[in-house]
């Protein structure tokens, strides 16, 4: 049976709070920089400064520092490509290359019936990887790892033709909008399908 600890470990899988935060404030700080400066490089290097800080609290504060390195490695990536080509939007470029990988590799995980969501979660949950010999659990493990594929998907259907568009303040608006707000729709709806759907039979569940 699903337990609000349950919950907080699922959470926690996706990034928690501060992951979030780490890994999705360069964006927001490059897009203000660039509609004051105009200036792609500068902008990129304002983003990639404040990435490093926030490690560097990270690292002081002895909290974790898994999505802030991320962060300053992803936005390093982001202001090498933009700065290489000269277009503020290639800034957000490496972004659609993640989620296009990210919604191919969840969704052959899906058809090959070793759903990534269960991967991940499975151990958390005390599951391992015995959710694989019931069906039924497998099945709520697949459902929620098809939710990840359509918040993949639809960030490419929106930002693409943004980016193709080279409108840097509407792309990054949107990588915005449907970066936090629909990371956690996502996880919430895992969490309720886990939650809602038929639990690992008990003589599966791995003994202490």
């Not at 700080?29 to 990129?44: C, D, H, M, Y």
């Not at 972004?95 to 590799?105: C, E, P, R």
Request: net charge positive; glycine share 8%.
């Amino acid at each position: 049976m699903s337990t609000p600890n349950d919950k907080e470990k699922i959470l926690s899988a996706f990034g928690g709070k501060k992951g979030l935060f780490d890994s999705g404030i360069p964006a927001l700080v490059f897009l203000l920089a660039f509609n004051v400066t105009k200036e792609v490089s500068q902008s990129a290097l304002i983003a990639l400064s404040l990435s490093a800080i926030v490690t560097i609290v990270r690292l002081i504060n002895r909290e974790t520092v898994q999505h802030a390195l991320s962060g300053v490695i992803g936005v390093a990536i982001c202001a090498w490509i933009s700065n290489r080509s000269g277009k503020a939007e290639d800034f957000y470029l490496p972004g659609l290359w993640t989620n296009a990988i990210y919604a191919f590799a969840y969704a052959v995980s899906n058809l090959v019936r070793w759903p990534v969501i269960g991967l991940i979660l499975g151990p958390l949950l005390g599951e391992n990887l015995m959710w694989r010999k019931d069906p039924l659990r497998r099945n709520v493990y697949i459902k929620a790892t098809w939710i990840w594929v359509g918040l993949f998907l639809s960030r490419l259907v929106v930002q693409y033709p943004l980016y193709l568009s080279e409108n840097v303040n509407a792309l990054g608006t949107a990588r915005l909008v449907m970066g936090y707000p629909l990371f956690i729709l996502a996880a919430w709806l895992t969490w309720n399908v886990i939650k809602a759907g038929p639990h690992l039979r008990p003589e599966l569940r791995p003994s202490n």
